[in-house]
């Protein structure tokens, strides 16, 4: 076990620099390059000129590469000319809304998506496993922003219910002071998530259920809810482990198009902003944090699969 862990460190470390690389590179190709992108389209060849000799932009990209990741390391992901603030002080004050923001959806998603799953997998290829794969797969397949401006139009302005906007506090403690408002940002992303998570929940259940150790306990005696959810849940849940590890990247993608449309202030909606005013050091911080947030999460899923299954050796 150490040594895939070992194995499995050093190759998140290499996936993490290809990403940054290939990240960095991306954003030299920039119309007019680094400079014309920070001092927008009405700065002169002068201003252009000067500030590319400031800050370094003149060099090789691979010396510049090096003098970034050099800053990295030492915890500068430099500095946001647009927002006038270090992109690290940017990321501290905007990621945890958007940790809240998925966490909860994720939960959200969970919930319902194990219930459903397991009914889907004892009713299979019934009316109401026909219904359910139907509904799911239309909310899987609706665009995050359609899903969002269908909510605020029928429990925002149709039924007054719930904010049109999320929460737009500057901390947690604000953020979950108007609970009401995250309502729907959530439920965006959760209904969304969940049609995945039921489907795989649906095929592991079926799976389980066709097993020898489930028709021994049943015909041991057990009754079909002790065996469901002590013995087919717990083996059931597995893919699911795996499943969360790599949805990482499909909910921050989300969390783009869902903060822009409730003006919920996450790193989604700064990523965003960023990109449309071509922020420069904000795209490439927040892409090598998405990256490290991927291989981690990957790595996480890796070892739950381990601890719930324990026939798993590596």
Do not use: C
């Not at 592991?204 to 005696?221: H, I, P």
């Amino acid at each position: 076990m150490t040594g895939y862990l070992l194995r499995r460190v050093l190759q998140s470390v290499v996936v993490v620099v290809l990403v940054a690389v290939v990240t960095f590179v991306l954003l030299q190709l920039l119309p007019g390059g680094p400079a014309r992108a920070i001092l927008g389209p009405k700065a002169t060849a002068e201003q252009i000129e000067t500030f590319t000799r400031q800050n370094g932009y003149d060099k090789p990209v691979v010396v510049q590469f090096l003098r970034w990741a050099g800053g990295v390391l030492h915890g500068d992901l430099g500095y946001s000319y647009k927002l006038n603030q270090p992109v690290l002080d940017v990321i501290d004050e905007h990621l945890p809304k958007t940790i809240v923001l998925m966490a909860l959806s994720t939960t959200v998603a969970l919930v319902l998506a194990v219930p459903i799953g397991i009914y889907q997998a004892r009713k299979r290829n019934t009316l109401g496993d026909y219904a359910v794969t139907a509904l799911s797969f239309a909310f899987y397949a609706m665009p995050s922003f359609f899903l969002g401006e269908l909510l605020i139009l029928l429990f925002a302005i149709q039924l007054h219910w719930f904010s049109p906007v999320g929460p737009n506090g500057d901390t947690l403690g604000a953020v979950f002071g108007q609970a009401s408002s995250l309502v729907l940002p959530v439920a965006t992303l959760a209904l969304i998530t969940v049609a995945s998570f039921s489907r795989y929940v649906r095929s592991s259940v079926m799976e389980n259920l066709s097993q020898d150790y489930v028709r021994t306990a049943l015909a041991g005696g057990a009754g079909d809810g002790r065996v469901l959810l002590r013995h087919v849940l717990r083996n059931s849940l597995i893919p699911v482990v795996t499943l969360l590890g790599i949805t990482l990247p499909q909910l921050f993608a989300g969390a783009l198009i869902t903060e822009q449309v409730f003006n919920y202030p996450g790193m989604g909606f700064v990523f965003v902003q960023g990109a449309q005013v071509h922020d420069y050091p904000i795209l490439l911080g927040i892409g090598l944090m998405v990256a490290v947030a991927t291989v981690v999460g990957s790595l996480l899923a890796d070892i739950g699969y381990a601890v719930l299954d324990p026939r798993v050796t590596y």
